[in-house]
T-cell receptor, first 116, second 114 residues
Framework: GAVVSQHPSWVICKSGTSVKIECRSLDFQATTMFWYRQFPKQSLMLMATSNEGSKATYEQGVEKDKFLINHASLTLSTLTVTSAHPEDSSFYIC????????????FGPGTRLTVT | GDSVTQMEGPVTLSEEAFLTINCTYTATGYPSLFWYVQYPGEGLQLLLKATKADDKGSNKGFEATYRKETTSFHLEKGSVQVSDSAVYFCALSDYGAGSYQLTFGKGTKLSVIP
């Protein structure tokens, strides 16, 4: 149990375009989902926290207009990188918490974004 | 605020050697503590956890004990294998701003050579 998927696993896009990343909890209801960004050889940086049906809470320094987060259902959250630039290239990881224990997060496999 | 400090790597060990990765934390409340493992190109997998003082988490031969008096959660394994090569993250979970958030250490890269 407690499986989280992400799609796509990797994506290449041109500078100026937008790209959407999906995060799904496959076998449980996720009341809260988290989005992280990980730079090479570094730790995870929390970008935002989203609760189902509510607006996401962004961490300081994260542009909410650039990284659009939607948590429309208890099993799906999406991260849209708008007007992507090469500096947005990174590994994006989502996690979900909810049904089993609210303090434990289950992580997706990550999405590698490359902006050319 | 909450923080996690873990020993910097990389750590290189021979197969069957003993592993210790140190982790200490600071937290205002009573956090839960975790070790996550990340294999190359993949997301994080929960390795083990402990939710209260003196709890011992264990999985796949790895162990860590929640030591409140020393605010530590050191990861140990008696005999490492090549397949244990990965990056290990210590983390704590605390409640803030309406949800539980994870605070991660910087990660320790472990390489096990045959």
């Amino acid at each position: 149990g407690a499986v989280v998927s992400q799609h796509p696993s990797w994506v290449i896009c041109k500078s100026g375009t937008s790209v959407k990343i999906e995060c799904r909890s496959l076998d449980f209801q996720a009341t809260t989902m988290f989005w992280y960004r990980q730079f090479p050889k570094q730790s995870l940086m929390l970008m935002a926290t989203s609760n189902e049906g509510s607006k996401a809470t962004y961490e300081q320094g994260v542009e909410k207009d650039k990284f659009l987060i939607n948590h429309a259902s208890l099993t799906l959250s999406t991260l849209t990188v708008t007007s992507a630039h090469p500096e947005d290239s990174s590994f994006y990881i989502c996690s979900a918490a909810g049904q089993f224990s609210s303090y434990e997060q289950y992580f997706g496999p990550g999405t590698r974004l490359t902006v050319t | 605020g909450d923080s996690v400090t873990q020993m910097e790597g990389p750590v290189t060990l021979s197969e069957e050697a003993f592993l210790t990765i140190n982790c200490t934390y600071t937290a205002t409340g009573y956090p839960s503590l975790f070790w996550y493992v990340q294999y190359p190109g993949e997301g994080l997998q929960l390795l083990l956890k402990a939710t209260k003082a003196d709890d011992k988490g264990s999985n796949k031969g790895f162990e860590a004990t929640y030591r409140k008096e020393t605010t530590s959660f050191h990861l140990e394994k008696g005999s490492v294998q090549v397949s244990d090569s990965a990056v290990y993250f210590c983390a704590l979970s605390d409640y803030g701003a309406g949800s539980y958030q994870l605070t991660f250490g910087k990660g320790t890269k472990l390489s096990v050579i045959p």
